[in-house]
């Protein structure tokens, strides 16, 4: 069976006494081996990143941004392998891995205009003759611990900014979808990263671990569940790191009743069972504004819902792939289940699909479900599944009260037509990323990625202007050349020194 | 005897059944009775400012930073009072009082551009037809925790960027000084600010705990020593809030032999013995490199400390004043003993002032300590008192890895006329802020204040800049409008709502 | 009779031989005596300017600042006696005098912000060890010319920030009202301003070209009409200096059916009848989309009309005043002369105003046209006088096309629901101040005000951000240090210099 | 003969009854024939710009952009091609004309950032629920015209940042060396451009006047000498563009006697005679100061230039080639001639360059004048060859006036060890790029070039931060939404419009 390794200053690595097997989900075999990485294995990619970091801070940051220049082609040059190895982990459809690639690629953009962001702030004359200057210095050692769902482009938001602000990475990558992570990182050698500056080690719970009480790491960058998301921000703090930890979401849609409900389904549908609703951004429940609103809202996506294609991820027509795991898609069928027993109508069921040829593989089918209350566990947990639920507010207000008391606060949505509306619920909604009749608001690239409430632990977002922050110290100079005989002097001669 | 007692809701409080002194540190009398918050006031406070949020977060940037301008004024008309309350508890002379509110002000100053400051990014067609911003929402409650040694500046440090961001501030200062923070918090309300917007609460760590654990409060600022900023910050983060905890420093010049030396040496004076050394960025060891620059330095600096006058605050000729208590005085004298038994050479011995009239304040003398060695204890700790030791490096690159080996990375100086020296220096140094011929490097309140090291826990620095983005958080909107029959119809008729 | 004379280097001067009345535009009579400055007087004003900007440039942006902080209260201060000037030889109504001096207030607020208006960008190495910065450092001697419409917020949205950004100044104001500016000129000297930054120069068409062709003044703001502002700024180019010159508008509100009519038509009747029309972001032109709507329009104007009170700037119960002289008072009406002649439908007709006891003063009433058609001389040239005109479009798109195809481009509005509409409109329309909803969309002043097309010649906008770069020159510095035994050297004795 | 023609629309265009030879300066032969275009094509060439227009504007900017960064790849690619035509037309060495590309090449990479360069400012709450923003809107049909010494990298200042901020463009280059520019505007296509955004035009004075007279064109960006830019910029001014016109220079470098002088002397030579002084940033100009200082200089740069190969430019160990033009070598030599004439010490005489095989080359060698005052005619003018002309100060203050009173302030640099010296001169000498120890100061791609005095008509540098303002327009937007029943309703039906 393919083992999959690490990459230490450079080098393929294959240590690694204890192993953890890695799934094909459409069809539930096991397929590779990852290798666990010890702790002294650790320790030595923490060396090599150190050693790394004393050079690679002083290399001009325009050079730096050349490197993620050529590591850009590099990655449109591969899309195919990478995508192959995202469906063959993961298990998501090759258009969607495209998608996610893409997204990954606009964060390699961003920072090939490292110079730009780099660039700190000049006063002239703070007092007489004295000016004063920030700077933006790198960190040192940071390292990222990235989620299964996005097993390329997570990674992508974090180690193209932190390497081109000037500090040496460790990318801990998911255990149950690593490779696509190890190959992207292989590629930065080709695009001219010296030796060093970027590590892959795989592993789990001992290998975040140790990275959290190293004193060498700075910094760590973490997606994933809200709890570890904040056993991460709690102990990275403890240990003197900066933090940014990114948890779970429920994300809301509020449909309002002069929206153009065309569209709005077929945003929604897009929005909630894209990538099996495995996305944290997912949108996994409509708010519909009025019975009204809500009655059409469930008859129009019901039709829908049967010609959405499920299936295994090499073939483009299929709209979305199976769940990680087992253990996950029972988790999901369960939640569906303690709908159905608190008296919520299961409009579409997807408990039980039927999947040709691929009996074995962690698939649920989409499910819509209608009359949902607030008090449901299916409610107010994330499911993380082909799962979209209804829920009826009597008023606009009512339905951002319903958000606004929910423990997450990610993303959101509003479809409308009316410029008011939009504005108060943008305005007003405790919630980091809003859409307005867009359904899925990832923000761009080149501005940042961030939660509110139980979905983010940290002062700053994730990727974009945000993440220079993150990934640099500030330090201010303050200076004063006092006068002297060297320029006032007249025709004098030349110095002995 | 007087008592000193809260702000609360726009309203003078008296509550407290416990008391502590407070005392005049020139003459060693307790003076005045400081009424300590219990639980529920602490409650009370917070309470005040949730409530006050919800009109406050509403009001245009540009009105908030209208409350700082007038707030700005009055600061100015009653510098006196508020530097007699500074004199009266904390001992510094007024000339250093009113330098301290000076630079308290400008951050009021730089409050006023807040308008400016909260801009966020607009990116037109981040995709066809779809706008994206960023907008910069105030967090809500937020409390600062301030320490003796600046009682006005700190606090300004704080609440003026807090508030005009659009949040509501709670205060609780120093229980050694905490009139002049109560003074100049009361000249908020005339400067426009609505009641309930701004709160002090008297106390000490039962009421440091009470903000910690409250789940209004979202973020915390600190300044004060570094084992209890440390424990603030990971008490703040396993709460869920932001934290900015900045602690404590030793503070290095190298003085290169190719300097102006009578410049350096009248510089280092100020820096080592002003405000009695209690300051953050004093400077309190001097690197001479080579053993002739150091012994030039002694000598020079010898004959001026026997200059020095030290003495009350009410009299301006006065260079500085007492230590903020007893037992801070003997700590200063016991670590100047430690220094001498470790091998040290005392050039100037401030053991035994003699204060005419003011023989039972908490004075100390200027003190200078030459031969110190880096294992020395008076090396490793922070003084706090008017204690200057001279180390000797044999290189440049010597004195510079002293520093980097402190533990400490506040501030730090060098004193040369040579470029590249300079910048070397700047480029490398592990101290978050930099002097080139400038001893006291803090920042410019339009820059950011903030140590490296086990001087600052959290990513961002005090006031400036930083404080914007430690005082909002971020939204990111994507926003698209569905085409419609509105714009594209030709003539027709006022729709029926 | 009083006269007016000109403020050289911190003095009031009364020179001039010739002279040129000044009248109160309610009663027709001639008040004051304006003293018009010969070439020797400019030159000393530039002089002035000149030598004064040899240490104004070097005074720490903070320290300008704050006279402008002084400067706020000043102004705020006396606003009375600065409303009572604008209304003696302006006319406007007291609560639109003051309304004026507020909006130039907060140019001043924005001045205040210099410190961090100022900042350069400071780049790191970028090459190996060389640093780059930019500096923005003012021009020199700088000059406005102002027009009578805003006699005391023109000149405030350029000295304050000219000056703050290190520039000195020469001001002249218009010949038809100028007290106001002196006024508030001569409080800039009692806000700390040093004699020499400010000069108010009084005269017409010699003074503005022997400023032209000056080799010391770098720079020319100016408001007005089109064609002087044309002249302006040809002339200006050819002699080396920037320059930037706003001229006419002639601005159009679209009105959508879908739109909330009540509020609409309370909107249009301040922004085309305020201060008489005289403004160059009033709206002239109301778009009705579909002939139902303007239908209601004219008829819901029409009785709110009749309910404006004209009369005497003292009277704050009036709600506009007179012209602002008697042949600008003709122009007007022989504006709707021509418009009656062309076929077009009075509703409201202005042309002979009962003003009791103000029969010689240069009212016009409130006037509302229909059925006005692009071919018309009222439609095509600026009227400037209380006159809004009506057309009828058939679509939101034909209503587009007519602003697009006007010669002027400076504000603009949409009244509409709909957010699809209002961003269709302001991302196309050729205009450069766009109002969703807002009929006087004068940016606030942090951001930039400024027309498109024949309103505006020149790069910059004025005020806010584009202000700061036009009143500053950019310098761009490289800086290496070479490596020499400074640093190096060992132990080392001191250089012998 | 081959024929160079031009790109309209994305087609070649061999159009041109008019030609003109195009020279191999290295031989003095006519090795290819321009086709110079007539009234009809530029005005071609102009609608297909404008055409293009409609369509490349709404194209979002990180879709512009991803155009830039194929591009980069592109002309990397092609770098051989490029710098062959470079060779063969200009005659600059193979190195010379590879560190041209990759200065050009540079703004390409810059012009990647364009999705953050063209962020706008957006304001929450100017009002009470009023919000407002920037939009940086591009300007429609921009012309460049650019001069024969860097026939690649002039252009790529200029197009790539116009393109990408979403304008369309026409270029005229230099009809001396015209085939670079072809070359690298047809990489555009393949690039991804659109047909249409990018024209290039061949011709001379007619052609340029057509484009300064059409009304279709809104914004000229020119690079060449005084007389000419002072032209252009005042004919595009009469026509209501908007103009940035760069022009001649004198660039003068102070030695000061505590500098490093072995490396002054290196950079010297490479700056002084590189390109054959051919560069508006060249250093003409040494100001020594003290006689001694300038007595070694002298002494120290003799020998050296004797080392210097000229030579054509396929060979790449040749320091430099042939100047453009018969012309132009002969008035290159009249200025040494005069500075011998006026009493000059000719150090090194370049007039009668012995260049093997290439007898009938445009060749100067490397001359070095010494004892050069202000008066002569040779310090007077630009001579634009490899000429290096040494003048005696006897302090700093006096080597700044010399600066401070020539006519031109595009570069300089000063050559010290002194911070103080190098503060003082860049605070104030008049020149816009300022070089401590670099002598060539040419400002990255991420900040803006420019002089100062008569080496710069416009408000605006070229290319960086400035490039963006200069191609875009400011659009202000103020937007409020009126509250309506839509939100507040309770549960309501859909609305029939």
Chains 1, 2, 3, 4 share one sequence.
């Not at 459409?26 to 002294?40: H, I, P, Q, R």
């Not at 730096?64 to 469906?87: P, T």
């Not at 569209?263 to 708010?287: D, H, P």
Request: glycine content about 8%; proline content about 5%.
């Amino acid at each position: 069976m393919k083992t999959i390794g690490h990459l230490i200053n450079g080098e393929q690595r294959e240590d690694g006494e204890q192993t953890q097997l890695v799934y094909n989900p459409a069809t539930g075999e096991a397929t590779k081996e990852l290798l666990l990485a010890n702790d002294d294995l650790v320790d030595e990619a923490i060396e090599a990143a150190r050693t790394a970091f004393q050079t690679w801070r002083n290399e001009p940051p325009i050079k730096r941004a050349r490197v993620m220049f050529r590591y850009k082609q590099l990655l449109e040059e591969h899309k195919d392998e990478i995508c192959l190895l995202i469906g063959e982990e993961h298990g998501k459809i090759g258009h969607d891995a495209a998608g996610e690639l893409q997204r990954g690629i606009e964060n390699v953009e961003y920072a090939c205009s490292a110079a730009e962001l780099l660039k700190g702030e000049f006063s002239k004359n703070v007092g007489p003759s004295i000016d004063s200057w920030s700077e933006h210095q790198p960190l040192g050692v940071v390292a990222g611990i990235t989620p299964f769902n996005f097993p390329a482009m997570v990674p992508l938001w974090m180690f193209p900014m932190a390497i081109v602000c000037g500090n040496c990475f460790i990318l801990k990558p998911s255990e149950k979808d690593p490779s696509a992570a190890l190959y992207i990182a292989n590629l930065l050698k080709e695009a001219g990263l010296p030796d060093g500056v970027m590590q892959v080690i795989q592993g789990g719970k001992p290998v975040v671990d140790r990275l959290l009480k190293s004193t060498e790491v700075e910094a760590i960058s973490f997606v994933g569940s809200t709890p570890i998301a904040k056993y991460i921000y709690e102990t990275a703090s403890q240990n003197g790191k900066r933090c940014q930890a990114l948890g779970g979401a429920k994300n809301h849609a509020i449909v309002m009743p002069d929206c153009d409900l065309d569209n709005a389904v077929n945003q929604l549908i897009g929005a909630a069972y894209g990538s099996s609703g495995e996305r944290c951004m997912a949108l996994s429940v409509a708010v519909a504004v009025g019975n009204e609103t809500a009655d059409k809202l469930a008859s129009m996506l019901k039709p829908k819902l049967e010609e959405l294609r499920v299936g295994a991820f090499y073939d483009n027509d299929n709209d979305f792939g199976p769940l990680i795991s087992r253990e996950h898609q029972q988790k999901v069928v369960s939640y569906i289940d303690s709908a159905e027993q608190d008296g919520a109508t299961i409009v579409a069921d997807g408990r039980h699909p039927n999947i040709e040829r691929y009996s074995s593989g962690y698939f649920v089918g989409p499910t819509l479900i209608d009359n949902v209350s607030p008090t449901m566990e299916s409610y107010q947990q994330e499911i993380f599944g082909p799962v979209l639920q209804i829920i009826r507010a009597d008023s606009m207000q009512d339905a951002m009260d319903l958000i606004d008391k929910h423990a997450y606060g990610n993303g959101t949505c509003i479809f409308t037509r009316d410029g008011e509306a939009a504005r108060y619920f943008s305005d007003n909604i405790k919630v980091g990323m809003v859409g307005i009749n867009v359904p899925l608001p990832v923000p761009v690239a080149y501005h940042s990625f961030g939660g509110w409430k139980q979905s983010l632990f940290g002062d700053l977002h994730a990727y974009g202007p945000d993440s220079v922050k993150f990934y640099t110290r500030r330090k201010t100079i303050t200076q004063r050349w006092p006068s002297a005989n060297v320029r006032e002097g007249a025709t004098f001669s030349m110095p002995v020194l």
